[in-house]
């Protein structure tokens, strides 16, 4: 594995994804400034040095092509194709910005999506499926929009009087969320009734969902990052319990992804300061799909989801810290290929080549 490139950016940077199908373009948005921004970065053409133009050679550093200013922080940044990205704000609103021709244009904005009676609430999560967008806020409300029918589709008004933390599609009519007391609520969205389908308590013990993400091949399998640096696994066909619990970073989870070809790894960046690989492949069952419980068989041959069998093998949970700054927080993460990228409050953006999965 290379080592870690770093790029000082001058301003704080809440999220940072790459475009989507690149390895060479990505975005980034920053909070906590007098004048925050969204921006687009590349690499200079040519940078790739191996056949699969994956990685990006040691003494290159990519370069802001444009920025555009933004009003409040950047909460939250998803694409939605190499032209299409969505980006929420602390002042309660949404908008979705088109990039061609290295040109980052506005193209529409929902005000006031989230608002405590008049007065904004910001929006802490964005989740995308095909043409519908899903957004929670601190005003404990989840809300539907569509980009062909730009209005609002649907709200549904928290019961909990907390804040919505994390949102993500399980299906095209089904959405989880998470909130800041540690409940999962999933919302059959075809229901006409004003009641979560399934509620998921973790435990007694108040603990914040601080991120989530869905497996990219079994959909039914939800990894959920909370506050105080756990780490759970849910099958949700199950209702009652997760199928792990596990104790990682030092404090909150800030984003977790699993890796979208291979995803016995699973990414976590932390307000801890430090930046995780978690490799599930030994934990694999030992069954084979064909012939008899003698015979050899290759890690791809077995059967069933390791990160549903974490509770009793987690010694052979394999953890790889790939960095760690104390003192600073790591806040957004996002992977290409095999090159990581991801960004820190030391107004940093670091670049890993050569992800070994």
């Not at 790029?7 to 909070?31: D, E, N, P, Q």
């Not at 404090?251 to 599930?280: K, R, V």
């Not at 974490?310 to 600073?328: G, V």
Request: with cysteine; proline share 4%; hydrophobic share 35%.
């Amino acid at each position: 594995m290379s080592s870690v490139k770093v790029k000082f950016v001058s301003k704080k940077i809440s999220k940072i994804k790459w475009r989507a199908k690149s390895t060479s373009v990505f975005i980034t948005g920053s909070y906590d400034d007098d004048e925050n921004s969204l921006s687009v970065w590349k690499f200079p053409e040519h940078s790739p040095i191996n056949e699969d133009d994956t990685d990006i050679a040691a003494d290159v550093e990519p370069y802001a092509v444009v920025s555009q200013k933004f009003s409040g922080c950047v909460t939250d940044l998803k694409i939605m194709s190499d032209e299409v990205l969505f980006a929420s704000s602390s002042m309660g609103f949404l908008s979705m910005f088109k990039y061609s021709d290295e040109r980052l244009q506005h193209s529409y904005t929902w005000e006031k999506v989230h608002k405590f009676h008049q007065k904004a609430a910001s929006i802490t999560g964005i989740a995308l499926k095909g043409q519908d967008i899903a957004t929670v806020g601190e005003d404990g409300r989840l809300c539907i929009f569509n980009i062909v029918a730009t209005h609002k589709l649907q709200e549904i008004e928290h019961s909990d009087l907390c804040s919505l933390t994390a949102v993500s599609y399980l299906r095209h009519q089904e959405i989880v969320v998470g909130n800041s007391l540690g409940y999962l609520r999933v919302w059959d969205l075809r229901s006409s009734a004003a009641t979560p389908s399934c509620l998921l308590v973790l435990s007694r013990d108040q603990r914040g969902v601080s991120s989530m993400n869905i497996h990219p091949t079994q959909p039914h399998i939800l990894a959920a990052g909370y506050e105080d640096g756990s780490l759970c696994m849910w099958d949700m066909r199950q209702d009652r319990k997760p199928t792990s619990l596990i104790e990682g970073h030092s404090s909150s989870i800030s984003e977790l992804l699993f890796h979208p070809t291979n995803p016995d790894f699973l990414y976590t960046c932390s307000m801890d300061g430090s930046l995780w690989q978690w490799d599930a492949s030994n934990l694999r069952s030992n069954v084979p799909k064909f012939g008899t419980p003698t015979e050899p068989i290759s890690k791809k041959a077995t059967v069933g989801n390791p990160w549903l069998n974490c509770d009793a093998n987690k010694h052979r949970l394999e953890i790889t810290s790939l960095y760690s700054q104390p003192f600073t927080s790591v806040n957004s993460l996002d992977l290409s290929g095999s090159v990581l990228i991801w960004s820190a409050d030391n107004e940093a953006l670091y670049i890993l080549n050569d992800i070994t999965v």
